[in-house]
């Protein structure tokens, strides 16, 4: 469970493309409760942000990911996720490795979708922006 800090957190997420589609995930807690992003969370102390995503990426769907390239920011203030807290997420391009999806209890559904086609899944901010720098990276 999410609890507030007094500090920015740094998270990791990973746009995982596996065949041309790319991995959403739909959050089953704040800050982003029942909104679709990348599978993520925190780093830990004394973590790589590589380690990090990768631990986060397997605890949370099982999957082993190799990971690419950085592919900008995003930044969740207080004020606009209930005062959960204030986090600083470095999303990064990955490809699938191996495993199937089997999700944690901090998300209720996975899709694997065209990024070019996502529709009107109610997505965490600016996911669009990073979903389309991905696509491009990924898929040419």
């Known amino acids: ?26 959050r089953n807690r704040p800050p ?16 790589t942000l590589a380690e990090a ?3 986060e990426v397997a605890e949370e769907t099982g999957l ?5 390239d950085m592919l900008g920011w995003r930044e969740y203030l207080p004020a606009k996720n209930g005062g ?20 944690n209890d901090e998300l209720e559904d996975a899709r694997w ?3 070019h086609a996502i529709g009107d899944l109610p997505l965490t901010d600016r ?3 990073i979903i389309t720098v991905a696509a491009r990276l990924m898929n040419g």
Do not use: C
């Open 53 to 55: 995503l990768a631990r």
């Open 127 to 129: 996911l669009e922006e």
């Open 64 to 68: 082993v990911i190799d990971i690419k």
């Open 84 to 103: 959960i807290g204030h986090f600083v997420i470095l999303p990064f391009a990955a490809h699938w490795v191996s495993g199937e999806i089997n999700l």
């Open 32 to 47: 982003a409760n029942h909104y679709w992003t990348f599978p993520g969370g925190r780093v830990e102390y004394g973590e």
């Open 113 to 115: 979708l065209d990024p």
């Open 1 to 26: 469970m999410s609890e507030l800090r007094p500090r920015p957190q740094i998270a990791v997420s990973a746009a995982i493309f596996r065949d041309r589609k790319l991995l959403l995930v739909r």
